[in-house]
């Protein structure tokens, strides 16, 4: 069993029925562990924060890690194009889940290549993207009447949820 509960990082918890599941044959514990807290982190930036959109053009720094593993598929699910960012060691990772492009951070410089992204979500704390007009331009919204779907974003909002930050554009 793996799941969800208060005080779940100790040794013993108990959960609720609802907050638990089988644990699959072919995960770890240590991998099964991740699960609940990397995929709602990756499913609340892109959902919550991001809204991303059918069609929107998702960029993921960080692809091949936990949370930015899980962001690329719940992005496809979506039916965002999504491209993800990585190490070498990742990019058939990151394909393999899903990824429609792979940068390999390690050789190619996503901040330059003049790309726009509906919205960006980076979970290795790429201070630079941020900083960087390559990529978006962030703007506060005045109201939600700004943010627009698919391709039509008015500037960029910024949405934090813990360390993954989350950019539309």
């Known amino acids: ?25 072919n995960l770890s514990f240590e991998q ?5 807290t990397s995929c ?3 499913l609340q930036a892109l959902r919550d924060k991001g809204e991303v959109q059918p069609g929107q053009k998702v960029l993921i ?12 598929q719940i992005a496809k699910a979506f039916g965002a194009h999504v491209t993800g960012v990585c190490s ?12 429609d492009d792979v940068i390999d951070y390690t050789r190619d ?7 726009r992204y509906d919205l960006i979500l980076d979970t290795a704390g790429a201070v630079r993207c941020h900083s960087s007009g390559a990529l978006s331009r962030p703007k506060e919204p005045s109201s939600s009447s700004e943010k627009k779907g698919a391709g039509g974003g008015s500037g960029a909002s910024i949405a934090t949820f813990g360390r993954p930050c989350c950019h539309r554009s």
């Not at 099964?32 to 609940?36: E, G, I, Y």
């Not at 720094?61 to 690329?72: L, N």
């Open 61 to 72: 720094i960080g692809a091949g890690g936990a949370v930015g593993s899980f962001a690329v």
């Open 1 to 25: 069993m793996f799941g969800i509960a208060a005080g779940s990082f100790a040794e013993y918890a108990t959960a609720r029925d609802d907050k638990i599941a089988l644990k699959p044959a």
């Open 32 to 36: 099964a562990a991740t699960v609940p």
């Open 88 to 99: 070498m060691s990742k990019v058939d990772l990151v394909r393999s889940i899903g990824a």
């Open 40 to 42: 709602f982190a990756a």
């Open 109 to 115: 410089d996503f901040a330059m290549s003049g790309q």
